[in-house]
């Protein structure tokens, strides 16, 4: 079983691959899985940020525990909670699963 333990590797794993499937909770408690990318190839020219600010990605993901990513099946840029991640699968199907750090929860 693989694991994840932080929000910057479970970017890097999402980049890494051309889409991930990705099962988190939503903020009214239903279960989600998205096909999402941060592939720019595989997102629309038209929905492709003009300007990647990292610190303010950085501090989104520091202050909120917020990932952007996009989605695939919906064509749009999505925010996903990572401490109600569950898990993320690969194309090839290896399931990476969220192991949170003490105070992440």
């Known amino acids: 079983m693989a694991e994840i ?3 910057i590797d479970f970017l890097k794993r999402v980049r890494a691959e051309d889409y991930v499937n990705i099962k988190f909770t939503k903020q009214d408690g239903t279960e989600r899985i998205m096909k999402a990318t941060l592939n720019f190839d595989k997102i629309p020219t ?3 940020p ?5 610190a303010q990605i950085l501090k989104l993901i520091d202050k909120n525990g917020i990932l952007h990513v996009f989605d ?3 064509v749009a840029w ?3 909670p ?3 991640v ?3 699968q690969t194309p090839s199907k290896v399931k990476y699963f969220i192991k949170l750090k003490k105070g992440e929860e």
């Open 5 to 7: 333990t932080s929000a």
């Open 46 to 48: 038209s929905e492709r």
């Open 50 to 54: 003009k300007k990647v600010d990292l």
């Open 72 to 74: 695939v099946d919906k």
């Open 78 to 80: 999505r925010s996903v």
């Open 82 to 84: 990572f401490n109600r």
């Open 86 to 88: 569950q898990w993320l």
